[in-house]
């Protein structure tokens, strides 16, 4: 095997040694777990996102809780403490960021989920001002409203972003999930509104019902190998025919998996749960997979490859289209009847 090997690639203007970055997680704001990642290989760690909601409802919480009861006992206040040495908004998410790039030499991109326009570009400028090395929009918005159109909430993303981008210096990727109606036309427009990279994709809560049923189970499942299939066809349909970069994530748990997505024409893998299973260092364990399969099929270098499995090169290109779906559905057979 030649030791050559180009791994190096490119995302949100940070030159990074591999494709591999930790996306957001719980464990990405630890900071021995993100040295254990930085140590093992991981090229750039995504932190976990900072809810918007979340903050406001900690800054309303704490006005409630120094209100309360101040009209009857006039030294209720003196209770709590000052303002400024209570750790209220998004004072602890920024210092972690401080931390961590204090802690560890690979790039930290801070992450935020947020639903109002103020909300993103306060809070966006704010985690640039921390030192994060890029800003990752997580864009979780699941529609009920059956009076809100496809294109008004286009729309409001498409606000959103640019807002956004209009307010920071450091490069701005947009997670999104899948349910567009025309996820080429969108995605296009997402990188004119000021977009340089999208993330694809987010992975949607998928309640049940617990106990006897009368209660919703909002549990958060770890992702599955399977959940590939979903990101790797659309970056394989949208590479080239979008202006900006892509990052695949969801079940990618192999050093193969990132192959397949870099094929497609992502130019990062976004890992998180099989990093969770078996711990930060099989990150070292995916890039030694990567290195064997690029020497086996003689490449050398991560942009050689990239892109080669498209829709716009692949030499068949109707195995990602409806053809495909056709030949699956009248070539299956059922194990029992084998």
Avoid at 101 to 117: A, C
Avoid at 165 to 186: A, C, D, H, W
């Amino acid at each position: 095997m030649s030791h050559s090997l180009d791994l190096s690639t490119r995302w949100l203007g940070l030159d990074l040694p591999n494709p591999i970055l930790a996306s957001a997680c719980p464990h990405t704001a630890d900071l021995d777990h993100l040295k254990r990642l930085a140590d093992a290989g991981v090229a750039a760690a995504v932190m976990p996102s900072l809810f918007e909601e979340q903050i406001e409802f900690e800054e309303w919480q704490f006005g409630g809780l120094m209100d309360y009861g101040a009209d009857s006992f006039a030294e209720a206040g003196n209770y709590f403490p000052e303002l400024a040495d209570y750790n209220s908004g998004p004072d602890r998410y920024l210092e972690t960021i401080e931390e961590a790039r204090q802690t560890v030499d690979i790039p930290i991109v801070g992450s935020l989920n947020g639903v109002t326009r103020g909300g993103w570009t306060r809070f966006a400028r704010q985690i640039e001002s921390a030192g994060a090395s890029a800003l990752e929009l997580n864009m979780y918005y699941l529609p009920t409203d059956p009076e809100v159109t496809s294109q008004q909430l286009e729309e409001t993303y498409l606000e959103l972003v640019h807002e956004v981008k209009s307010n920071i210096s450091i490069q701005l990727g947009v997670k999104i999930g899948p349910f567009f109606s025309s996820l080429p036309n969108f995605a296009a427009r997402l990188f004119e509104a000021g977009a340089d990279g999208l993330i694809l994709f987010n992975r949607f809560l998928q309640p049940d019902l617990k106990n006897d049923l009368t209660e919703i189970d909002a549990q958060l499942s770890l992702s599955d190998p399977r959940e590939i299939r979903l990101p790797l066809r659309w970056i394989a349909i949208l590479y080239g025919r979008v202006s900006g970069q892509l990052a695949a994530t969801s079940g990618i748990s192999s050093g193969e998996d990132v192959m397949k997505m870099l094929l497609a024409g992502a130019d990062v893998a976004m890992v998180t749960s099989i990093l969770l299973k078996k711990g930060p260092g099989y990150v070292t364990e995916m890039l030694t997979q990567m290195s064997r399969w690029m020497g086996e099929h003689g490449y050398q270098s991560v942009s050689q490859l990239k892109g080669s499995m498209s829709h716009k090169n692949c030499p068949n290109p109707g195995a990602l289209e409806r053809s495909n779906y056709m030949k699956a559905l009248t070539s299956f057979q059922s194990p029992d009847l084998i």
